[in-house]
């Protein structure tokens, strides 16, 4: 039970990180409107925007801004344990 405390407070500090932040916006959010560009780019460029293009181009970016922010997250508490001292 102490082992997962251990973990919880590890990932509670690692989501408190700036540098965390800073990886997920500036490669989450530009992977994200990237990928936006590419799957809707043709129906912004034509007029044939409609809710559901408007959707997705939104949620594109929040979905690699969420994956990146889990990796960065993630990486940080991987190291954090690792260099930690073993009692």
Request: hydrophobic fraction near 50%.
């Amino acid at each position: 039970m102490n082992r997962a405390l251990s973990q919880r407070a590890l990932w509670a500090q690692a989501l408190r990180q700036r540098s965390v932040w800073q990886r997920a916006v500036r490669l989450g959010l530009s992977v994200g409107f990237l990928q936006a560009v590419v799957n809707q780019g043709d129906h912004w460029m034509s007029g044939a925007v409609d809710g559901t293009v408007v959707t997705k181009s939104i949620v594109s970016p929040l979905i690699g801004f969420t994956l990146v922010l889990v990796s960065a997250a993630e990486t940080w508490v991987h190291r954090t344990a690792t260099l930690a001292p073993k009692n």
